[in-house]
């Protein structure tokens, strides 16, 4: 039996034998771990099945063989030529243990009923936001017609390749909810009415995970974003890709393209950054107030900042792939809101990926600095030990 763990976002890759003519397609996942898993995205991708008998990739469901129930999942179009070639579920695993689950095709009255909790889309009504949320957290990018505004003067605008965070407390999306209120009622998003509210500032910072490049100790970044891409919207993941005009870092030209995803369960969005003119980025927490605690654990290879947030508190982070996180550094400075925690991630093969998220106290998990690092921890070591998946 050959095995083959791969690196993905906190998902588990595939590691194939036996395929043959077999009519039932059968994998172990096996988690080495003494921790239980859940909340892992697993990647099955249609070029690594071998289907016969009129099967059709797009037919298969995933039955989990213990419980022996369909499990929720979701297929993706990777390459957008209008044929899915990805499917996608999150298998529940006991620590130090595997699990076996069948990709079959069901009729539609077995299947789950499924809420698109992942969801993203471009915001045309109120200027040109992208928005991206799940069933723990939201965030918001600005695009270029925000960033004409403030060029041209224009009142309501905003300049900023920082990210957004939406603080919800609720599982249900809200994104089309609150911007609809937005329409209806100007800045209704930024009152909670119990599902949760945007007061978090972003302005010129890198808010939640936007990036930098550092030169001769000045900090330098791109506009808004130029383009957008949805991928896929779905009851596990969400993903999309944001193009930036090329900007100048010191006399470096940058080129930068974001594809950034949220799965079900993960208070961490991934960011893949395709990157050409610097061989590393610096990725930001804003400082805000200044009033927070900052953690840096270089050796797990990730931040975090824990701070007050008006009536609340708030945690922010960045997680880093094992062996590409630099170095970090609190860059504080009374230029405002260009303070910043930075993490210095490794651009390999022209790809900078990290993950960048945050915990509300009001959301209910995450209570304390201790028990928002402790997830940190956690979602480092399983990033790092990704599930092994064998087909039989």
């Known amino acids: 039996m050959k095995k083959v763990t791969l690196f993905s976002a906190l998902s588990v ?114 200027t040109d936001d992208y928005a991206w949320e799940n069933n723990k957290v939201g965030f918001r990018t600005f695009g270029p017609t925000a960033q004409k505004m403030v060029e041209d003067s224009i009142k309501g605008g905003t300049l900023s390749s920082g990210i957004d965070a939406w603080l919800k407390r609720v599982e249900y999306p809200i994104i089309n909810k609150w911007y609809a209120e937005d329409q209806k009622e100007k800045g209704a998003y930024h009152k909670d009415k119990g599902e949760g509210l945007d007061n978090f500032h972003v302005g010129v910072s890198r808010g939640v995970g936007g990036i930098a490049i550092k030169s001769d100790s000045v900090y330098h970044f791109s506009k808004n974003f130029t383009t957008w891409k949805t991928i896929t919207t779905g009851p596990i993941r969400t993903s999309f890709v944001l193009e930036y005009a090329n900007w100048d870092a010191n006399g470096k030209t940058i080129s930068e393209t974001k594809h950034i995803s ?55 982070a ?50 304390s600095k201790k028990s928002w690092n402790t997830y940190l921890e956690s979602f480092s070591k399983k990033l790092n030990n990704p599930l092994i998946v064998v087909y039989n």
């Open 13 to 126: 890759l595939l590691c194939f034998f036996g395929c043959g003519q077999a009519k039932e397609h059968v994998i172990t996942i096996e988690n080495s771990l003494d921790i239980a898993r859940s909340f892992e995205t697993i990647e099955i991708n249609a070029s690594d099945l071998t289907l016969t008998g009129g099967e059709a990739f797009e037919n298969l469901s995933v039955k989990d063989l213990k419980t022996n129930t369909i499990v929720v999942s979701q297929f993706v179009d990777t390459d957008e030529d209008g044929k899915v070639d990805m499917l996608l579920f999150q298998p529940e695993i006991e620590a130090n243990s595997s699990k076996q689950y069948e990709l079959l095709v069901v009729d539609e009255s077995q299947k789950p009923e499924t809420v698109d909790y992942c969801y993203s889309r471009f915001v045309p009504e109120r």
């Open 262 to 316: 949220l799965d079900y369960g993960n208070n961490l969005s991934k960011f893949e950054v395709a990157l050409s003119g610097s061989e590393s980025v610096h990725v930001g927490l804003t400082l805000h107030e200044k009033d927070g605690v900052d953690t840096q654990n270089q050796d797990s290879g990730w931040v975090s900042y824990w701070q007050p947030h008006e009536d609340s508190q708030l945690g922010t």
């Open 318 to 367: 960045i997680v880093v792939p094992k062996g590409s996180f630099i170095s970090a550094t609190l860059y504080d400075t009374p230029l405002k809101d260009r303070s910043n925690l930075f993490a210095e991630v490794k651009v390999n093969n022209g790809i900078a990926t990290y993950y960048a998220g945050f915990g509300w106290e009001k959301a209910g998990e995450f209570t």
